[in-house]
C-alpha cells in the first residue's frame, strides 16, 4: 500500500461502495456482528456515513425513526446530494434546492426527536461529522441547536450583526418562539429586514447572498409560525407594518413637486411625480438624489414583489384547496397589493359561492353571506364551480362586469376523469407526444414538480400523500440534440407505501391540476413547428371567451360547433377551429392568415391577467372574419373566392 491507502482508508472506502445484497437484512447482520465489540455509537456512525446501510441497522438496533433521522442531517447540510431528492421528498414537501439553500423542515426534526429520544438524537447529533468531509455538518446541527433552545436570541442576533454569517441567520428563525409569537416574530422580522437593509453598503454578489439567506430565514420563521408558507407569514408582518408605509401613498412635497405612488384596481403600482397638479413624465433632475426619492423608490420596488409573491401564493392555495379563516381574508383586504387581487376571485365557503365584499360572500347573483372570524373560506377552484352548477353564471358575470383575474380561476381549463381511464391505476391520455427536455423541465419546475435524476417527474402532493408521476423513457438533464422523449403513462401512487393507486381514489382537484401541467408541457414544449391539437378542456374554455366575447361586440352571425366557430360573413362562410386557428371557406379553401390578435389589442377582452396568445389570436380572427365587408387586406381579399 502506498499514498494514503492506509487500512483506515482502504476499509472507509470499501464501506462507502460497498451495498447491501439481495439476501442482506437485519437478521443477517446480527449473525455477523455476534462476539464483536462494535457499539451502537458505531453502527450510527456508519449510517451515516455509508447511507445505503441505514435500513438494515435500524432494522437490527430497532430504533423507530432512525432512517428518517439520518435523512434529516443529511438534507440539512450545506451540499445536499441531489440524488437523494426522491428519498428526501419522501420526508419533505422542502425542495432540495432551498434546503441546499438553508430551509429548514421543522416538523421533520420534531417528529425525529419525538421518535428517537434527547439520547439517541444526540448519538446522532455526534454521528453528523461522517456524512461528508469538511464542516457542512454544522448548519445540520447549529438548526438543531436552535430549535431545541440551547441558541439564545439576543445573543444570536449580537453574532449575526457581527459575523453576518448566513446560516446563523437562517437559524436565527428556529429558535423558539417567545410567550408573545406574534409581537416576537414581528420583531425578528424587522430584524431581519434590518440586516438586509444594512447589506446594501455591501457590493453586488454578498448582497444577493444575503438576500437569500433572509429570504430562507423567512420561510423558516414562517413555519416555526406554523404558517403553511412564507408569503401568508409576510402578509401578516406586512400588514401590521402597513401603516408606516401609508405616507407613501399619500403626495409628499419635495420643492414644488408632488410624490407619491398610484396603485391600480389591476395592481399596476407607479410613483407619480405632480406640478401644479399635472402629472409630470418624469423626475426632475434636481430630485434625483433625494433621500425620501430613494425611500419610494425602495418601497415600489417591494410592492411590485409583494404582488408577484402575492399572485403566485393565491393560485397555488387555490390549486392546493388551502383555507383560510375570515379574520384572515378581512386583515389581507387592508393591504392595498393584496386586496385588488381579492376582490376579482370567487370564494368558496361551505355550500355558498361568491366574492368577498365587506365581511360577506356576495353570490353572481347577488344573495349575500355574512363572514364570520372563524369562518373558513377557500379560493373556489374550477371543479367546485363545475360541480355547483354555477360555473355558466360566473363566467357570464366576469365578462358583464369586465373583471380580470389576477390568473385563470373561473376560466380555467378543468381536466375531468375519462370512462377509459376509471378503474385503471394509469392515464394514457398523453402517451406518445414527443416532447422537448429542457422545455418540459423548465415548464414543470414553475409548477412544483420535482426533477429527480433516477425517478424522473414527480410531483408530491403531502397532505393527501399522493406522488404523481409522469412516465417517459428519458434523461431529463440530457442535451438536446439527444432524441427527444415520448411521454407515456401518467400514474398516482401513496407517498409512504409507493403503492399504484386507482384513478377513481385520486381527488379530482390533483386529478385536474396534473393533466393540467402535462397538458401545458405537451401544448408548449411538443417536438415540431405545428401546434398539437388543443384538447377538449382548452376548447370549451376558448369557445366560452369567445361567445360572450360575441355578445359584448353584438355579433349574432356566429354558431359553433364542438371544435370549430362557425361565420356567416357578407362575402362568404368560415369555419374557425378552436384548438389550432386554422380558417376554412364553406365550399372553398383554406385560408391563411397571420396571427392578427395584435390588431385587436385592448378590444378583445380576455378575463385573466395571463398571457394566452392563441386564444386572442383565434378570438381576433373570429371577429375579423364575423366583420368581412371590413376586411381591407388584399391578401386575404383574394384567397376568399
Not at 370512462?419 to 409548477?447: C, I
Not at 376558448?542 to 356567416?568: D, P, Y
Not at 389550432?580 to 383554406?590: C, R, V, Y
Request: hydrophobic share 40%.
Amino acid at each position: 500500500m502506498g499514498g494514503n491507502d492506509t487500512k483506515k482508508s482502504v476499509l472507509s472506502h470499501l464501506l462507502k461502495v460497498c451495498y447491501p445484497a439481495e439476501k442482506d437484512n437485519s437478521k443477517e447482520l446480527a449473525k455477523k456482528l455476534k462476539g464483536t465489540d462494535i457499539t451502537e455509537q458505531r453502527l450510527i456512525e456508519v449510517a451515516m456515513y455509508s447511507s445505503q446501510w441505514i435500513e438494515i441497522i435500524e432494522g437490527y438496533l430497532g430504533w423507530k425513526g432512525l432512517v428518517s433521522g439520518c435523512y434529516y442531517f443529511q438534507a440539512h447540510m450545506s451540499d445536499v446530494d441531489r440524488n437523494k431528492g426522491g428519498l428526501i421528498a419522501k420526508y419533505t414537501p422542502i425542495s432540495i434546492d432551498d434546503l441546499m439553500d438553508g430551509a429548514f423542515d421543522i416538523d421533520w426534526f420534531n417528529s425525529v426527536y419525538k421518535e428517537l429520544g434527547a439520547k439517541r438524537f444526540e448519538m446522532l447529533y455526534d454521528s453528523a461529522k461522517y456524512i461528508s468531509d469538511g464542516a457542512k455538518h454544522t448548519r445540520a446541527r447549529m438548526f438543531a441547536d436552535a430549535v431545541l433552545g440551547n441558541l439564545k436570541l439576543k445573543e444570536t442576533e449580537k453574532k449575526i450583526e457581527d459575523k453576518r454569517n448566513k446560516d446563523l441567520v437562517a437559524s436565527y428563525s428556529l429558535i423558539p418562539l417567545l410567550k408573545d409569537k406574534q409581537k416576537d416574530a414581528l420583531h425578528r422580522y424587522q430584524f431581519l429586514q434590518k440586516f438586509l437593509k444594512e447589506s446594501k453598503k455591501f457590493g453586488a454578489q454578498r448582497r444577493a447572498s444575503e438576500a437569500k439567506a433572509i429570504n430562507i430565514s423567512l420561510e423558516n420563521l414562517s413555519r416555526n409560525m406554523g404558517y403553511s408558507d412564507v408569503t401568508r407569514l409576510i402578509w401578516n408582518m406586512e400588514t401590521e407594518l402597513i401603516n408606516e408605509m401609508k405616507e407613501y401613498f399619500e403626495p409628499k412635497k419635495l420643492d414644488d413637486v408632488d410624490v407619491y405612488i398610484k396603485i391600480d384596481d389591476l395592481v399596476q403600482s407607479e410613483i407619480i411625480y405632480e406640478k401644479a397638479g399635472k402629472e409630470l413624465k418624469s423626475l426632475p433632475t434636481k430630485l434625483k438624489k433625494d433621500k425620501y426619492i430613494e425611500a419610494i423608490k425602495e418601497v415600489h420596488k417591494n410592492l411590485k414583489e409583494q404582488y408577484r409573491r402575492s399572485r403566485k401564493m393565491l393560485e397555488e392555495a387555490m390549486e392546493d384547496g388551502t383555507e383560510f379563516y375570515g379574520y384572515e381574508i378581512e386583515n389581507l383586504m387592508t393591504n392595498p397589493v393584496i386586496a385588488p387581487i381579492l376582490k376579482s376571485l370567487v370564494f368558496k365557503m361551505g355550500n355558498d359561492l361568491g366574492y368577498y365584499v365587506d365581511k360577506k360572500l356576495k353570490s353572481a347573483k347577488k344573495k349575500s353571506v355574512a363572514v364570520k372570524d372563524d369562518s373558513l373560506l377557500k379560493i373556489a377552484h374550477c371543479f367546485d364551480l363545475f360541480e355547483s352548477g354555477e360555473w355558466a353564471t360566473y363566467q357570464k358575470d366576469i365578462f358583464d362586469r369586465e373583471l380580470k383575474q389576477p390568473f385563470k380561476q373561473v376560466f380555467r381549463e378543468l381536466y375531468i376523469k375519462t370512462v377509459d381511464e376509471k378503474g385503471r391505476d394509469k392515464s394514457l391520455r398523453y402517451a406518445g407526444h414527443q416532447v422537448q427536455p429542457s422545455k418540459t423541465v423548465a415548464l414543470l419546475k414553475t409548477r412544483r414538480w420535482i426533477i429527480d435524476g433516477q425517478k424522473g417527474l414527480e410531483k408530491v402532493y403531502y397532505k393527501e400523500n399522493i406522488i404523481a408521476k409522469i412516465f417517459a423513457l428519458a434523461d431529463w438533464f440530457s442535451p438536446a440534440d439527444i432524441e427527444a422523449p415520448t411521454l407515456e403513462e401518467v400514474q398516482f401512487f401513496d407517498r409512504k407505501t409507493f403503492k399504484p393507486i386507482l384513478i377513481d381514489d385520486v381527488p379530482d382537484l390533483i386529478f385536474t391540476e396534473v393533466m393540467r401541467d402535462i397538458d401545458l408541457v405537451v401544448s408548449v414544449a411538443h417536438i415540431g413547428d405545428v401546434d398539437p391539437e388543443a384538447n377538449h378542456s382548452t376548447i370549451e374554455m376558448r369557445k366560452a371567451i369567445i361567445e360572450f366575447n360575441c355578445k359584448l361586440f353584438k355579433l349574432k352571425n356566429v354558431t359553433f360547433t364542438e371544435n370549430h366557430a362557425l361565420i356567416k360573413g357578407e362575402r362568404a362562410e368560415y369555419s374557425i377551429h378552436l384548438g389550432s386557428g386554422l380558417i376554412h371557406q364553406k365550399a372553398g379553401s383554406a385560408i391563411n392568415v397571420l396571427p392578427v390578435h395584435s390588431q385587436h389589442r385592448g378590444r378583445v377582452f380576455l378575463p385573466f391577467i395571463d398571457d394566452d396568445p392563441k386564444t386572442a389570436e383565434i378570438m381576433a380572427k373570429v371577429l375579423l372574419f364575423a366583420q368581412d365587408d371590413k376586411i381591407k387586406d388584399v391578401f386575404i381579399l383574394e384567397q376568399i373566392k
